[in-house]
């Protein structure tokens, strides 16, 4: 069982990374993950905001990129403290079945807390039924584990996140599905956060 005691609460993470995203892309549209100069600019930027994300909260950060080609790159960025992972985050650019292999990835590695980073805005529904589907047949859960997805949405600057927290050790049963649900305030609009407050301290200052 994991103890949630000095984790990042879920929807602190969430909303700092909404608030950062912005300053870790490049001054052009990103568009899909998929293409292979858009998928390289989406590693660049979530490896810089985790990196910097995670020095805030004294994480060690080690961090690796695979494949050999850039439309084949993936990232995978663990947040640590001493021997022990706080975090994981794997991105699952590509097509379903890639995102599918990324995942069952990312539930074999013990964390307390686990990240997979995709994009799909046409089969977001599909997709989220075919996670939990892996996370029914993945038979090794530990109580406590947290899982969040994001999915990004690049060209609508939004962020979706769906988040479950394991119940049990071992299997899942079907009814257990129920508890992954969207983080409050999901669709995130990235940047939203960032504007409000420019906008009151423009306010302050006029």
Request: with cysteine; hydrophobic share 40%.
């Amino acid at each position: 069982m994991w103890c949630s005691a000095h984790l990042v609460p879920l929807p602190e993470l969430v909303r700092e990374i909404v608030r950062l995203l912005p300053e870790y892309l490049p001054g052009v549209s990103t568009g899909s993950a998929a293409i292979t100069e858009g998928r390289s600019c989406w590693i660049q930027a979530w490896k810089g905001l985790l990196t910097a994300f995670g020095r805030q909260y004294a994480m060690e950060i080690s961090l690796h990129e695979e494949g050999d080609s850039g439309i084949a790159r993936q990232l995978t960025l663990y947040w640590k403290r001493g021997d022990g992972l706080m975090a994981a985050f794997l991105s699952g650019w590509g097509d379903r079945q890639e995102l599918e292999r990324r995942f069952q990835r990312l539930e074999t590695i013990k964390a307390p807390q686990k990240v997979i980073i995709y994009s799909c805005v046409k089969w977001q529904e599909a997709v989220l039924e075919q996670l939990q589907a892996a996370l029914l047949r993945y038979p090794h859960h530990i109580t406590g584990e947290q899982y969040l997805a994001l999915n990004v949405l690049g060209t609508e600057k939004r962020l979706a996140a769906h988040c479950i927290t394991i119940p049990r050790d071992g299997i899942l049963n079907q009814s257990d599905l129920g508890l992954m649900r969207p983080l409050a305030g999901s669709p995130f609009k990235w940047g939203a956060i960032m504007n409000a407050t420019q906008s009151v301290a423009d306010s302050d200052g006029a």
